[in-house]
C-alpha cells in the first residue's frame, strides 16, 4: 500500500494569511507515460462530506475559489491556500489514486488564529 | 451535477451483515468507477473497494475477506455488503463516483454519508 503521510496535523493561521499542508507519498504517484501525478486533495467541513479541491496534483476542480493550489510532484506535494478565509475551516486530506487500495492522508485541521 | 445518496440501517448488531445502497441520481452508473469509502467517528478516510459497471472489482485488501460491492444498473444503484461486523466497523459510509471513464481515477462527486453503528 502507498502511504500518505500530511504534515502538520493541525495548524492555525490568521485570517487573510497564507496556509501550507505537505503531504508525502511512500512511493512516486507520478505515471510516466502521461506524465500525470495521481494525486487529489479534499476538504472536508464538519458534519459534511469531503469535497474535491485539487486533481492531478494541481488541477483545481471547477468553481474551486483561485485562492487553493496545489504544487508537487513524484512523492512531495503541497497545499496552499493564499489568504485563509473563515469558511475554509475543515480538514483536508491528500489522497494517490495511482493504485489501489486507494489511500488517504491522515488529515491536517485548519483553524483560524 | 450528479447525486449520490446512501441508506441502509442505522444500527447492526455485532457478527451480523452490514448492507447499504447508494442511489445515483441520473443515469450515468455505467460509465464510471463507483467507490465506497469510510469514516470512523473522528477519524479518517479509508477507501473500501471499487467496481465498475461490468462488475469488475477491487477492494481493499485489508476487508476483502468480508466485503462484497455490487451494482445494478438497471437501477442506478450499487451496494456493500461488509459480513461479521465488530465495533470497529462503527462508521460514517460514503459513496463516491470516479472521475473519468475507464480507470479509478479522483473522487469527483461524494454522497452525503450514512452513520452506521455496530452495537448490540
Known amino acids: 500500500d502507498i502511504v500518505m503521510t500530511q504534515s502538520p496535523d493541525s495548524l492555525a493561521v490568521s485570517l487573510g494569511e497564507r496556509a501550507t499542508i505537505n503531504c508525502k507519498s511512500s512511493q512516486s504517484v507520478l505515471w510516466n507515460s502521461n506524465n500525470k501525478n495521481f494525486l487529489a486533495w479534499h476538504q472536508q467541513k464538519p458534519g459534511q462530506p469531503p469535497k474535491l479541491l485539487i486533481y492531478w496534483a494541481s488541477t483545481r476542480e471547477s468553481g474551486v475559489p483561485d485562492r487553493f493550489s496545489g504544487s508537487g510532484s513524484g512523492t512531495d506535494f503541497t497545499l496552499t491556500i493564499s489568504s485563509l478565509q473563515a469558511e475554509d475551516v475543515a480538514v483536508y486530506y491528500c489522497?494517490?489514486?495511482?493504485?489501489?487500495?486507494?489511500?488517504f492522508g491522515q488529515g491536517t485541521k485548519v483553524e483560524i488564529k | 451535477q450528479v447525486q449520490l445518496q446512501e441508506s441502509g440501517p442505522g444500527l447492526v448488531k455485532p457478527s451480523e451483515t452490514l448492507s447499504l445502497t447508494c442511489s445515483v441520481s441520473i443515469g450515468s452508473i455505467s460509465t464510471q468507477y463507483w467507490s465506497w469509502i469510510r469514516q470512523p467517528p473522528g477519524k479518517g478516510l479509508e477507501w473500501i473497494g471499487c467496481i465498475f459497471h461490468t462488475g469488475s472489482v477491487n477492494y481493499n485488501p485489508s476487508l476483502k475477506s468480508r466485503v462484497t460491492i455490487s451494482v445494478d444498473t438497471s437501477k442506478d444503484q450499487l451496494s456493500l455488503r461488509l459480513s461479521s461486523v465488530t465495533a470497529a466497523d462503527t462508521a460514517v459510509y460514503y459513496c463516491a463516483r470516479h472521475a473519468g471513464d475507464g480507470y479509478p481515477y479522483h473522487f469527483d462527486s461524494w454522497g452525503q454519508g450514512t452513520l452506521v453503528t455496530v452495537s448490540s
Open positions: 489522497q494517490q489514486y495511482y493504485s489501489t487500495p486507494q489511500t
